[in-house]
């Protein structure tokens, strides 16, 4: 299973210094417009600027110094990251006023009253607090981004997972199916048909194998994958049946999970054609209906009206169909009054990045 994805570290660390940047930048224009703060006289303007870049570069290492340890606190600390915040400001932030304060009244040759550490504490803090909370907003924004991440690939290993078991139902039942075939031509003596079966499966089989188990491909694959499984069925049932496939030009594209029709023509096969003791046709179409593509099968055979419900081929494609849409599907099966049986199903149109022109399928 892949790892929950981590916080963005590279990214987060370079809008944090982007935003103390532009802050330590906003208050060195502010002070040079202003001139000076409790100007005196006596200060030469290079020494107190001096100090002021020294008190700027400072203030800029502690805040780098306190987005250092709320980065880490959110993630390995119980504490919350709004106390941690306001301590870190009050503590750091206040400090660093101070002995500012003081270095400039020493260079002023002056003495700073309590009161004015307090008003100058106050004023700079106010600054500090609202970096503080940028930076906050900043890691706490990443931390809920590289969650919602996480549920969302636990999910999709999830769907993922349903959609790997779904179609590993599928292959093994085709293939005992089709190995029975094979068994009894060759029990028949009839080699060639035989022998054709299995040239036709390993065909079907490889276009298998080459995929992942539930890997995306075009409707217009998935028509000619079904296109050599017909041709096997045809060997099974010589002269009993025809199969009838069109698939329309705005739907050639369209995204499915691979295999996911053969289990509808399979059913229809064994519960329409295999009973029969008259021709049976078989129509599938693919069509697009707004922004939905919608598939019918349909048979004419003398199936009866719960007889193509058993067993997992219907179930499987609902499952899989869901597992893959959510509710954003129909699925529709029954017997019809003239006759025979239908399947329906309509799923959100999802295009892949090919050009397609309309085509139909030969029979």
Known sequence: MTASPAIDRASLRRRALGLSLALWAFIMGM?????????????????????????????????????????????????????????????????????????YFELAGATATPLQHVVAIVYWLHFQLA??????????????????????????????AQLD???????????????????SLVGEEQFEKGEA??????????????????????????????????????????????FRAHLDAGVRDALVSGFLLQPLVENAIKYAVAPSKRFVTLDLSACRAGENVEISLVDDGPG????????????????????RFGDNVSFDAGPRSAGGYAVRLSFPYQRAAMEADGEEMPA
């Open 31 to 103: 002070l040079w417009y202003a001139g000076t703060i409790n100007t005196v006289e006596e200060v030469p303007p290079l020494q107190l600027w001096l100090v002021r870049l020294a008190w700027m570069a400072s203030g800029f290492a502690l805040g780098w110094l306190i987005f250092r340890i709320l980065e880490w606190s959110v993630e390995n600390t119980s504490i919350g990251p709004i106390t941690a915040l306001v301590a870190l400001v009050c503590v750091f932030g206040a400090f660093h006023t101070v002995v500012n304060s003081l270095l």
């Open 131 to 160: 970096w503080g909370v940028l930076i906050l907003t900043l890691v706490m924004g990443a931390q809920a981004k590289a969650e919602r991440e996480g549920r969302l690939m636990a999910q999709r290993e999830a769907q993922s």
């Open 165 to 183: 078991a779904l179609t590993f139902q599928v292959h093994p039942h085709f293939l005992f199916n089709t190995l029975g075939a094979v068994s």
């Open 197 to 242: 079966m299995v040239r036709k499966l390993a065909i079907f089989l490889r276009r298998g194998l080459r995929r992942e188990a539930n890997e995306d491909v075009t409707l217009e694959q998935e028509f000619a994958d079904l296109a050599v499984y017909i041709d096997i069925e045809r060997i099974r049932f010589e002269g009993r049946f025809e």
């Open 304 to 323: 009866s009206s719960n007889s193509h419900g058993l067993g997992t081929g219907e179930a499987n494609v609902q499952e899989r169909l869901r597992a």
